[in-house]
Every structure is written in C-alpha cells, then in structure tokens.
C-alpha cells in the first residue's frame, strides 16, 4: 500500500510552454500533497503544501503564478510549470500523506522536466 | 539558511561495518525526524524516522539516535551492504499542523565490496 505515482516521469519541451505534471495517491486518499524540486546534487526543496479542495500553500521565493498547484480530488495533484523556461529545468517530487494525525508521507518517483 | 544540515557530503565504507550518517538541525521547533534513501532519477525510499520524545529508534540494520540537546541525528546502518549505496536525507518536520518536511543536503553513502 501507499503507493504515489507521477506522470511522466520525464518531459522535455520547448521554452514559453507550459508543461502539466500529475500526481496520483494509487491506493489511499491524501488529505495534503507537497510538491518538491531537486536540483543536480542537491536537497529536496519543498515548494508547495497542496490541501484538497484548498488553494496551496507556496513557500517563500516561490512564484505561484509560475507553478499553479491543482488539487481537485483527494488522490490527484497537479503542478502546471507556466511559460517554462531552461533555469525551471529540474527534477520535480511530489509527496502525499496518508492520515491524519499521522506525519507520514509516501514520495512519488519524481519527473525529469527539461525546458529547451 | 539551511535548517538541517548534514555536512559530510559523502562516505565510504567497506561491506560489513557499520556507516553512521550525521545530521543537525537549527529549529528547536522540529520534533519529528525522518531519514530517506534515495537513487538518481527516483523518489526518496523512506528508512526509520524518529519522534522527539524518544532517543532512539531500532528497524533491523538500521538505528537512528536522537540528541536533543545537540540539535543532532544520525543514522546507524549494521552492516553495511553493498545495496545501501545510496544518497541519504534526513529530514525534520516541526509536526501538526502543516507536517513539511525540511530536508537536508544529502551523504552519498558508497559500500565498497
């Protein structure tokens, strides 16, 4: 169980589109999803606490117009790099946590994102 | 400012000893700690995590020690195996209410056979 899925794992595309990245919770509902970006040899860097049905909690320094976060059900959360340029290559993480209460997230297997 | 640190970036360690990867934190807020493993181009594996009211937790070959006073985790992995190269992150997480994760910078753990 607690299986979180991402879609695609990789995606390469042209500077000035906008690239959607989805993120499934397979066999549990999560009540919060938190999208991270990790830089070549870097740490996780939280972007986003993303509540279902709620507008999501962005961290400092980072652009909320430029990632839109969508939460629409309780196993679905997506992140819309808008107007993607090469510096928003990076790979993408998303968690979700599972119970309430419970301080436990389950981490998707990431998406390779590179902007031309 | 980076709020977990972990400042060895990387470690070796040959197969059957034991590797013990370090981790400091700034915030006297946090008071759940989490370590992950993670490979290139996947998503972190979690390990063993750790509340503060304890200062030690066990899961098979792996052991996380809890210094409060010191601001300071580690993770014990015995024995080490080949299978464990890896990076590591520890994490820290200030508990309800929003539940974020804070990740550190990482070990690069090498087992040499």
């Known amino acids: 169980g607690a299986v979180v899925s991402q879609h695609p794992s990789w995606v390469i595309c042209k500077s000035g589109t906008s690239v959607k990245i989805e993120c499934r919770s397979l066999d549990f509902q999560a009540t919060t999803m938190f999208w991270y970006r990790q830089f070549p040899k870097q740490s996780l860097m939280l972007m986003a606490t993303s509540n279902e049905g709620s507008k999501a909690t962005y961290e400092q320094g980072v652009e909320k117009d430029k990632f839109l976060i969508n939460h629409a059900s309780l196993t679905l959360s997506t992140l819309t790099v808008t107007s993607a340029h090469p510096e928003d290559s990076s790979f993408y993480i998303c968690s979700a946590r599972r119970d309430r209460g419970r301080n436990e997230q389950f981490f998707g297997p990431g998406t390779r994102l590179t902007v031309l | 400012d980076q709020q977990v640190k972990q400042n060895s970036p990387s470690l070796s360690v040959q197969e059957g000893r034991i590797s013990i990867l370090n981790c400091d934190y700034t915030?006297?807020?946090?008071?759940?700690f989490l370590w992950y493993k993670k490979y290139p181009a996947e998503g972190p594996t979690f390990l063993i995590s750790?509340?503060?009211?304890?200062d030690k937790n066990e899961d098979g070959r792996f052991t996380v020690f809890l210094n409060k006073s010191a601001k300071h985790l580690s993770l014990h992995i015995v024995p080490s195996q080949p299978g464990d190269s890896a990076v590591y992150f520890c994490?820290?997480?200030?508990?309800?209410?929003?539940?974020?994760?804070?990740f550190g910078t990482g070990t690069r753990l090498k087992v040499l056979a």
């Open positions: 915030n006297s807020m946090f008071d759940y």
């Open positions: 750790i509340s503060s009211i304890k």
């Open positions: 994490a820290a997480s200030a508990g309800s209410g929003t539940y974020k994760y804070i």
